[in-house]
Nanobody, 128 residues
């Protein structure tokens, strides 16, 4: 599955951006969607994950909890990452990813190896 992430850009600290990832679907019976980010000179890190089934709520990295929200629009085949109260340290290239649901472990899906399809990334720059 080829993913396309968009919506990045320049935002002021305290502001908001909404990222989009297309498509949201996959070829597996059940899929997981994740968002990761990579800041300059740093390793890629987990941001959010959604299971989309069983009423299981999305999970977030502690650094974005309460500020970011993952959602999807099935009619548009799109997954979103709403980012509010942006901080300077949110500056990074953001990636969406899809993988098969083979586990209900949050720890498992914090790892990039749990996902097998990735978008090309969209740059988010937060300024003061």
């Amino acid at each position: 599955v080829q993913l396309q992430a968009s919506g990045g850009g320049l935002a002021q600290a305290g502001g908001s951006l909404k990222l989009a990832c297309v498509p949201s679907g996959c070829f597996y019976t059940s899929c997981i969607t994740g968002w990761f980010r990579q800041a300059p000179g740093k390793d890629r890190e987990f941001v959010a994950v959604a299971w989309w089934t069983d009423g299981r709520p999305p999970r977030y990295a502690d650094s974005v909890k309460g500020r970011f929200a993952i959602s999807r629009d099935n009619a548009k085949n799109t997954v979103y990452l709403q980012m509010n109260s942006l901080k300077l340290e949110d500056t990074a290239v953001y990636y969406c990813a899809i993988g098969p649901r083979t586990s209900d472990s949050f720890t498992y899906y914090r790892r990039s190896s749990a996902y097998d399809s990735w978008g090309q990334g969209t740059l988010v720059t937060v300024s003061s």
